[in-house]
């Protein structure tokens, strides 16, 4: 499993409430991804992260923010989460040698 | 603009019938591609490189860049093989690396 883990695995929320979703690393890699996973859109790139404190936006980035102040940790922020974004999310990380992506557990979002 | 699409939403077969699950991509450089597996409730693993051209739990891909595609296929399927399957192509921008990935194709096998 690439050492990641996702906390938390479950989450039920209300609509216009902030919600923080933490991926955790332990391998020291580079480059850590957010996705959102969605009947009929597959995986979507939210956010991804080149470095600590070097963030860029995917997709899909509207209504979410990410921090990475340390090179294991990759914070994503619903800063008023809408009914929109319930979704499964997904953080991975890349591999130092291809370039292919680990991914971590899931988190699913419900947000009522 | 860099895309991968799997034209199957879903695909069904029978145990021990061959399968193919479609894949094609547009990209100016030149490709990298990968599939994905994601089986029930569980997060996605990767499945082939088209660099490494092996074969995993029979599967296999073969990279056409003639036709941009990165077809999966497997002569005989099993029950365990139902799952969704992600095409994805890896995106150099920048110094940046991402991947697109396609919207999935979920594979039932029947018995």
């Known amino acids: 499993d690439a050492g990641i883990t996702q906390s938390p695995r479950h989450k039920v929320t209300e609509t216009g409430t902030p919600v923080t979703l933490r991926c955790h690393q332990t391998e020291n890699h580079r480059y850590m991804y957010w996705y959102r996973q969605d009947p009929g859109h597959g995986l979507r790139l939210i956010h991804y992260s080149y470095g600590v404190k070097d963030t860029d936006k995917g997709e899909v980035s509207d209504g979410y923010s990410v921090s990475r102040s340390k090179t294991e940790d990759f914070l994503l922020t619903l800063e008023s989460a809408t009914s929109s974004q319930t979704s499964v999310y997904f953080c991975?990380?890349?591999?130092?040698?291809?370039?292919?992506?680990?991914f971590g557990p899931g988190t699913r979002l419900t947000v009522l | 603009a860099q895309r991968v699409t799997q034209p199957e939403k879903l695909l069904s077969v029978f145990k021990g019938a061959p399968v193919e699950l479609k894949c094609n991509y547009s990209y100016s450089g030149s490709p990298e591609l990968f599939w994905y597996v994601q089986y029930s409730r569980q997060r996605l693993q990767l499945l082939l490189r088209?660099?490494s051209r092996e074969s995993i739990k029979g599967f296999t891909a073969d990279l056409n860049k003639g036709e941009t595609s990165f077809h999966l296929k497997k002569p005989f399927a099993q029950e365990e093989d139902s799952a969704m399957y992600y095409c994805?192509?890896?995106?150099?921008?920048?110094?940046?690396?991402?991947?697109?990935f396609g919207k999935g194709t979920k594979l039932t096998v029947n018995p």
């Open positions: 991975a990380i890349k591999g130092r040698v291809r370039h292919e992506q680990f």
């Open positions: 994805a192509l890896n995106l150099l921008q920048g110094g940046s690396e991402k991947l697109v």
């Open positions: 088209h660099i």
